[in-house]
C-alpha cells in the first residue's frame, strides 16, 4: 500500500524546499507508464545521480574514520556499502518500499519489496535530497541512517567472493571465471536465482540468492572453497 510523502518527511525530518523532488525519487517507470496523460517523472535520473553522490559521501566517511587503511581496502569496504543487498536493508529499515508509486502490474506482481527496486529508491531519494538541500544534508542523513548501522572496525558487509575468486584465479594462472544464471524460480516478489561459476569451461561452484548478483556471489564462495580445499 502506498503511504503519503509527507508522512515520511515527518518521519525523517527531513521537510523538503520542493516536494516534487521527494515524489520523483519515488516514482518507479511502471506508473509513468500508466499515467502518460500526467506530466510525472520517474526515478531513474535521480538514482543516477543518488548513485553518484553515495560514492562520494561514503568514500569521504570512510577516508576519515579509517585513515590506515590502504585505497584497496577502502574501495571494498565502499564497494560493500553501496551494493544492491546493503542498499536493500536501508531501504527496508526505513519503510522505503511503501512509499513507492507502482503501476498495477508492477503492485500485483510484489515489486514493492523487490530488491533491485528497493535499492534504486534509496539512491534516487539521495539524489533529490542532494538536489534539494545540499551535501550536508545527505550527509547528515547517512550520518543518521547508515553510518552508525556499519560493522565495527571496518569489517566488510558483505565479503566480495567474486572479487576473491577472480584474485586467486589470476595469481595462480588458472584461466577464464564465467558467470551464467541457470535458473529463476518462485513468484515475482519472492524471485530466486540460481547462478553457476566455470573455471575454464568446468563448473566449480553453484550458488542462488534474491538477486543475480547475490547467487554469483554465492556461487563464487562455493568455487573457492573447491579450489582451496586440496590446498588445506
Known amino acids: 500500500m502506498h503511504r503519503n510523502l509527507k508522512h ?20 518507479h517507470s511502471s506508473y ?16 543516477f545521480l543518488g548513485d553518484a553522490v553515495l560514492e562520494l559521501t561514503v568514500s569521504e566517511y570512510l577516508f576519515e574514520t579509517y585513515p590506515d587503511r590502504s585505497e584497496g581496502e577502502l574501495t571494498k569496504l565502499r564497494a560493500s556499502i553501496v551494493c544492491e543487498p546493503s542498499l536493500v536493508g536501508f531501504a527496508e529499515e526505513l519503510d522505503f518500499g511503501s512509499y513507492v508509486l507502482l503501476g498495477k502490474g508492477e503492485e500485483m506482481t510484489g515489486g514493492r519489496s523487490r530488491p533491485a527496486l528497493l535499492a534504486d529508491v534509496f539512491e534516487s531519494f539521495v539524489g ?4 534539494d538541500r545540499g551535501i550536508e544534508a545527505v550527509k547528515a542523513f547517512l550520518n543518521k541512517h547508515m553510518f552508525p548501522h556499519l560493522p565495527d572496525h571496518g569489517r566488510l558487509l558483505t565479503i566480495d567472493y567474486k572479487t ?9 594462472n588458472m584461466g577464464t571465471v564465467e558467470y551464467r544464471i541457470v535458473d529463476e ?9 540460481v547462478a553457476e561459476v566455470y573455471l575454464n ?19 563464487a564462495e562455493q568455487a573457492l572453497k573447491s579450489l582451496r580445499a586440496p590446498l588445506e
Open 8 to 27: 515520511l518527511q515527518d518521519k525523517l525530518g527531513l521537510p523538503f524546499r520542493n516536494p516534487e523532488l521527494l515524489k520523483q525519487a519515488f516514482t
Open 32 to 47: 509513468v507508464n500508466e499515467h502518460r496523460m500526467a506530466n510525472h517523472k520517474d526515478n531513474e535520473r535521480l538514482e
Open 128 to 131: 533529490a535530497l542532494y538536489l
Open 164 to 172: 576473491q575468486l577472480q584474485e586467486y584465479t589470476q595469481h595462480h
Open 185 to 193: 524460480r518462485g513468484p515475482a516478489h519472492e524471485r530466486e536465482f
Open 201 to 219: 569451461r568446468e563448473q566449480f561452484g553453484q550458488g542462488s540468492g534474491r538477486s543475480k548478483k547475490e547467487a554469483e556471489q554465492h556461487a
